[in-house]
């Protein structure tokens, strides 16, 4: 059974970097296209950023984040990961991890994990 389990969050400066993590269990982290997404409070959940299948190997950032977050995945590890520098207050939030049904980043994701929390103070 497909599992995807977020760790990472915290507290962190205005300015500073954070790395999350998303561990994946039941399918390899590259077989399909994999994104992060949060939700800041009483907002909508937002697409941050999105990698495709290994076959394709694209990455996909948000204007909101483009040159400041990167995502990664590590095969070996079996994890994904968002790398998050020079963060700002406005990226406050939960942040998830989830899982597409295809190959690309278009279409809605099947799978989420629970989450982990990020705060930027400032």
């Known amino acids: 059974q497909l599992q995807l389990v977020e760790s990472g969050g915290g507290l962190v400066e205005s300015g500073g970097s954070l790395r999350l993590s998303c561990t994946v269990s039941g399918v390899t982290v590259d077989r399909y296209a994999m994104g992060w997404f949060r939700q800041a409070p009483g907002k909508e959940r937002e697409r941050v950023s999105c990698i495709s299948s290994s076959g394709d190997g694209k990455v996909y950032d948000e204007d909101y984040v483009r040159g400041r977050f990167t995502v990664t995945r590590d095969k070996a590890e079996n994890t994904m990961y968002l790398l998050m520098n020079r963060v700002k207050a406005e990226d406050t939030g939960d942040y998830f991890c989830?899982?597409?049904?295809?190959?690309?980043?278009?279409?809605?994701?099947?799978?989420w994990g629970e989450g982990t929390q990020v705060t930027v103070s400032s």
């Open positions: 989830a899982r597409n049904p295809g190959y690309y980043c278009d279409g809605k994701p099947d799978y």
